[in-house]
């Protein structure tokens, strides 16, 4: 069972454009949601993040967002980078459960310059 | 400063060998993690060590041996591995396991077993 899913499995985007990733879970024990963006051959490096009792969190370029009603989240890059493309991963956490992390099976965005 | 780092780089070995990955964090974090990642998959998670016992085992086979000497060091212990055990080994750390934290990922070892 696929408790944290990505749906697009490719996303190609202009350069200056904004990305928009999605990612739906199913557990509603999950209180804790990361990006992570990993280049071939590399670990995965942390993005952003938004607790359950949040609805939205910016960084920079990044924000996310968290529907809980839809068990929903999204991330938007705005505006987007070459250097941003990757493949990017959607998380979710139980901090009850040790703090264990699932994964989505990630989505790989291309950025046109 | 959240650099966690693994040696070697890439691993190849053979089914009857025995070798060891490594791990090290100096960030203070006191829970840490290896994950297995094939090609075009997520990570899964393997062990998961909470001040310095381990907490986690997601049914890993007894092949795989991890061990944490001290709060900054995890090692994981390889032993009579199948080609199917070829993949990226992630070592990560976050502050504490009793909360929801960002988990800090380490570049990976790349390991080949012929």
């Known amino acids: 069972d696929q408790q944290v899913k990505q749906n697009s499995p490719s996303l190609s985007v202009q350069e200056g454009r904004i990305s928009i990733l999605n990612c739906d879970y199913t557990n509603s024990m999950f209180d804790y949601f990361l990006w992570y963006k990993k280049y071939p051959a590399e670990g995965p490096t942390f993005l952003i993040s938004?607790?359950?009792?949040?609805d939205k969190n910016e960084d920079g370029r990044f924000t996310v967002f968290l529907n809980k009603s839809a068990k929903h989240l999204s991330l938007h890059i705005v505006p987007s980078q070459p250097g941003d493309s990757a493949v990017y991963f959607c998380?979710?956490?139980?901090?009850?459960?040790?703090?264990?992390?699932?994964f989505g099976g990630g989505t790989r965005v291309l950025v046109k310059p | 400063d959240t650099e966690v780092t693994q040696t070697p780089k890439h691993l190849v070995m053979g089914m009857t060998n025995k070798k060891s990955l490594k791990c090290e964090q100096h960030m203070g974090h006191r829970a840490m993690y290896w994950y297995k990642q094939k090609a075009k998959k997520p990570p899964e998670l393997m062990f998961v060590?909470?001040?310095?016992?381990?907490?986690i085992n997601e049914s890993v086979p007894s092949r795989f041996s991890p061990e944490c000497p001290n709060s900054s060091l995890l090692n994981l212990h390889l032993h009579a591995l199948q080609p199917e055990d070829s993949a990226l080994y992630l070592c990560?750390?976050?502050?504490?396991?009793?909360?929801?934290?960002?988990?800090?990922f380490g570049p990976g070892t790349r390991l080949t077993v012929t």
């Open positions: 990560a750390s976050s502050l504490n396991p009793f909360s929801s934290y960002e988990q800090y």
């Open positions: 060590y909470s001040y310095e016992k381990l907490s």
């Open positions: 938004i607790s359950s009792i949040k």
């Open positions: 998380a979710a956490s139980t901090g009850a459960a040790g703090n264990k992390l699932t």
